[in-house]
């Protein structure tokens, strides 16, 4: 069966850091990748896509920017983080016409 | 382009009642339909989705969903709730395969003892 992870599960960092965000699936190949933001009181906003390695599309320009190095692997990043970035990243992946979310990532920016 | 609309960002029930959540969707072809459940700092859940198939869709956790096309709704029901089940609900709309997803704003669950 098909597993996603994300990491770390909470961060807390300064206002001017930079940030790396881990998700990796397993248990299935050239998934459809996706990066999501749940601010505080928000919905759900979508960042990021990819339909294939070294395939980004970007949903809403902002201070981050995503990768995908590997079939499986799908990172979030910022060189300096603002306070505004604060909130709940949530990975999902898609194979057909269901999209299924990671456990998330809650960060904290001081 | 597809939107969605969550009637009631809060509502509230009694242990043993009733379930309702509401979900309206615009869309100029026919849709697929998604009820998510999160549970606070947890990712989401798929609940149930409707691909044109049967109109009455059953999900997880005892809940189901009726697609009517003429109301453009998608209301989430369960008939008697449990404390458990207090949660937020999303639901969302995809128009193709594709599985570009818009949610709509969220319902969050309360349940009283």
């Known amino acids: 069966s098909q597993t996603i992870h994300q990491w770390p599960a909470t961060l807390v960092q300064p206002v001017g850091s930079p940030l790396s965000l881990e998700c990796t699936v397993e248990?299935?190949?050239?998934?459809?990748l996706y990066w999501y933001r749940q601010a505080a009181g928000r919905g759900l906003q979508l960042l990021f896509y990819?339909?294939?390695?070294?395939?980004i599309s970007s949903e809403v320009p902002q201070n981050l920017s995503a990768s995908r190095p590997q079939d499986r692997q799908f990172i979030l990043s910022s060189k300096k983080l603002l306070l505004s970035d604060s909130g709940f990243y949530l990975c999902?992946?898609?194979?057909?016409?269901?999209?299924?979310f990671g456990p998330g990532t809650r960060l904290t920016v001081l | 382009a597809q939107s969605v609309t969550q009637l009631g960002s809060h509502v509230s029930v009694s242990e043993g009642a009733l379930v309702l959540l509401r979900c309206n969707y615009s869309?100029?072809?026919?849709?697929?339909l998604f009820w998510y459940v999160q549970y606070p700092n947890q990712g989401l859940q798929l609940l149930l989705k409707?691909?044109?198939?049967?109109?009455l869709v059953k999900g997880i956790n005892g809940f189901e969903a009726e697609f009517k096309k003429s109301e453009t709704s998608f209301h989430l029901t369960k008939p008697s709730a449990h404390m458990s089940d207090a949660a937020e609900y999303f639901c969302?709309?995809?128009?193709?395969?594709?599985?570009?997803?818009?949610f709509g704003g969220g319902t969050r669950l309360m349940v009283k003892p």
């Open positions: 969302a709309v995809s128009v193709d395969a594709g599985n570009m997803l818009t």
């Open positions: 999902a992946w898609s194979w057909g016409d269901t999209q299924y």
């Open positions: 869309s100029s072809v026919p849709p697929y």
């Open positions: 248990g299935t190949s050239n998934p459809n």
């Open positions: 409707y691909t044109s198939a049967a109109t």
């Open positions: 990819s339909v294939g390695i070294g395939q």
